[in-house]
């Protein structure tokens, strides 16, 4: 899986190293990620600047309520509504797919009045995932950037391993928010 992180990374470098726009290359992490115990890893490249095309890495462990660790990677194609310039708030949009491993271990829950009930849930599995974003991009100097991006899909699991005594989880809702930070090459 690293070589071929390494492998894509090393072609969008060559990539940009021959691209001659003013804004071709952002190098960004997801803060909100943080929450999650590990770090994100995106990098963009722009095209005519309108165009993105981004594939980023995440992966973390959530321990609030139920147990949730995840990794995968994500391809997301942007459109941005006005050219690319420091100092204003460019909107975006555009559609993604991907892939999540996930592990989830939650204990069944009922309140006292049996009225809400949430079944227990002891799986792991692999998912692809798709759908759109939507986002803001801002560049308030020459070289750094904030970004937020929403985005809603929907994903299917397969390979599932399940050990409890629940039915096979067949597909989920994907949602997403982004409060990314970067630079700019």
Request: net charge positive; proline share 4%; hydrophobic share 40%.
């Amino acid at each position: 899986m690293k070589k071929i992180i390494y492998m894509l990374s090393f072609i969008l470098l060559a990539t940009v190293i021959r691209a001659q726009e003013p804004v071709g290359f952002e190098v960004k992490s997801n803060l909100l990620n943080l929450v999650a115990k590990r770090p994100s890893f995106s990098i963009e490249k722009t095209f005519s600047n309108k165009y993105g095309i981004e594939l980023s890495y995440t992966s973390g462990e959530l321990n609030i309520g139920r147990y949730y660790k995840y990794d995968g990677f994500l391809l997301r194609a942007k459109k941005y509504s006005d050219e690319i310039t420091p100092g204003d708030l460019i909107p975006f949009y555009g559609l993604y797919v991907g892939n999540l491993n996930k592990t989830i271990n939650r204990d069944g829950y009922m309140d006292r009045t049996g009225f809400i009930s949430i079944a227990s849930r002891n799986f792991t599995a692999n998912s692809i995932r798709a759908g759109g974003n939507i986002g803001f991009l801002f560049i308030p100097k020459k070289r750094f950037l904030l970004e937020t991006t929403g985005a809603l899909g929907y994903g299917r699991y397969f390979n599932v391993t399940n050990y409890a005594s629940n039915p096979n989880p067949k597909g989920y809702l994907d949602f997403q928010f982004w409060l990314s930070i970067g630079y700019i090459f």
